[in-house]
């Protein structure tokens, strides 16, 4: 009974730091709100590509850089809930500054705001890394596989709800004349920190489950070991790992097709709120779908699903021409994607992974993954030679690889890793 308790109360603090995180981000999208402010503040593509290299979709390159030292820190440990928290404190108050230093330095010093809104963006992503292990680790004990697509499926759909709210908000604010910039976005950074904020009161009122865990740390050295291992030795999830960076390629092209809307098609101010309530949308009706295969039918084929999403972004910004309507399919298909990556790239890498050893593999998943974070400043450098669509079809070159490449993944709870 106790543990029922203890699942039922854990679901319910994780649903809701998920719906208030995912409304929270959706505020300051990385696809859209991000690029369009960036845009204001210089016409540089590169500084817009290395924006997005930097957070990402909350996970960018600076995240990468804790995770394995993360992992084996707390490898041997039981009670990682103290280090999450600290974690998220930080990510936190960097939305608050960020709302800040908006409102200050925006319009009279738009070159020192870049670097800050990099350098905040970057505090944001380093912390997430630092997060990233004992949350997975966390939830991972506390929500049996089972339920885990429910658990996150959950999470996108409802948060997506809210999210699509935020984007109608967004598109209010930043179309309201009588709220000049820099105060529309301020305003938009701060609504990002209060929801953030409000999300990490929940989160911290997890229950940690205690699970064994190896009796002491390895030496770093030897831990670097141990992870060249399991790459050897399972190559289900080393296959994951080339799915994941073949398809991440769809970021060459992500921050860039607001950019595009603006500079090539002309669409209004305006419409990045609409793409952002979009894909929001997107990602709401895409979450029921990806949590029932989740659970009922596994998660690789949520892997190979979202690998042709990803393929299928590129070709609708390329044929919609200057069809609004059909522009807008893109940033549809960007929230599909997203909670297909969010559902089924967490519950396969967790599924696969054994109990003892979920932080390695959380760990090795998120630092060998890290040339998908390169690829939107790769795409940046490329805007400013190539036009906006041959980067489209570059991007879709290198994801059709990924999505042949996902034929070789087997099913984890068929191998019965679990």
């Known amino acids: 009974m106790k543990n029922d308790k203890n699942l039922k109360w854990n679901f319910f603090v994780g649903l809701m730091h998920g719906i208030l995180f995912n409304g929270g981000v959706a505020f300051s999208s990385t696809t859209t709100v991000i690029p369009a402010f960036l845009n204001t503040l210089t016409p540089s593509s590169i500084i817009i590509g ?5 957070m990402g979709k909350g996970r960018g390159i600076l995240g990468v850089i804790p995770q394995l030292f993360v992992a ?3 490898e041997a440990v039981k009670h990682k809930k103290p280090l999450l928290i600290k974690a998220i404190t930080v990510r936190a108050i960097s939305w608050g500054l960020l709302a800040l230093s908006t409102l200050l330095f925006a319009k009279t010093h738009p070159t020192l705001m870049v670097w800050i809104l990099i350098s905040l963006l970057g505090l944001f992503t380093f912390m997430g890394g630092v997060a990233a292990i004992p949350f997975s680790d966390i939830f991972g004990k506390a929500i049996p596989s089972e339920l885990r697509g429910r658990f996150f499926g959950l999470r996108g759909l409802l948060g997506g709800i809210l999210a699509i709210i935020a984007g109608l908000i967004v ?3 930043l ?4 709220l000049h910039f820099p105060h529309n976005y301020a305003l938009i950074f701060f609504l990002s920190f209060v929801f953030v904020s409000a999300s990490y009161v929940f989160l911290s009122m997890v229950r ?3 699970e064994e865990v190896h009796k002491d740390t390895l030496p770093f050295r030897q831990f670097i070991k141990k992870a060249i291992s399991i790459l050897k030795n399972d190559k289900n999830f080393t296959n994951f790992l080339i799915v994941q960076i073949l398809v991440g390629a769809s970021s060459l092209s992500l921050p860039f097709y ?6 090539v098609l002309h669409f209004s101010k305006g419409a990045v709120g609409i793409f952002l309530t979009v894909q929001m949308f997107g990602s709401v009706v895409s979450n029921l779908l990806w949590a029932y295969l989740s659970d ?12 042709i999403t990803a393929l299928a972004i590129p070709l609708v910004a390329i044929f919609s021409g200057n069809n609004f309507l059909l522009f807008s399919v893109t940033f549809a298909l960007i929230g599909v994607m997203f909670s297909g990556m969010s559902v089924g790239y967490q519950n396969f890498m967790l599924n696969q992974a054994l109990p003892k050893e979920r932080p390695t593999y959380i760990g090795l998943n998120g630092t ?4 998908v974070l390169t690829y939107s400043l790769i795409g940046g450098f490329l805007a400013r030679f190539l036009s906006y669509n041959t980067i489209f079809y570059i991007t879709a070159s290198v994801v059709l690889v990924g999505v042949i490449y996902s034929l070789t993944l087997k099913e984890p709870r068929k191998l019965r890793r679990i």
């Open 50 to 54: 290395f924006s997005y290299m930097i």
């Open 208 to 210: 940690e489950p205690e």
């Open 175 to 178: 179309q309201n004349k009588n």
């Open 171 to 173: 598109k209010s604010i």
């Open 368 to 371: 060998l993954t890290f040339p």
């Open 296 to 307: 009922y039918k596994g998660n690789k084929i949520v892997v190979q699903l979202t690998a």
């Open 258 to 263: 607001v950019i595009y809307a603006k500079r």
């Open 72 to 74: 084996n820190k707390i």
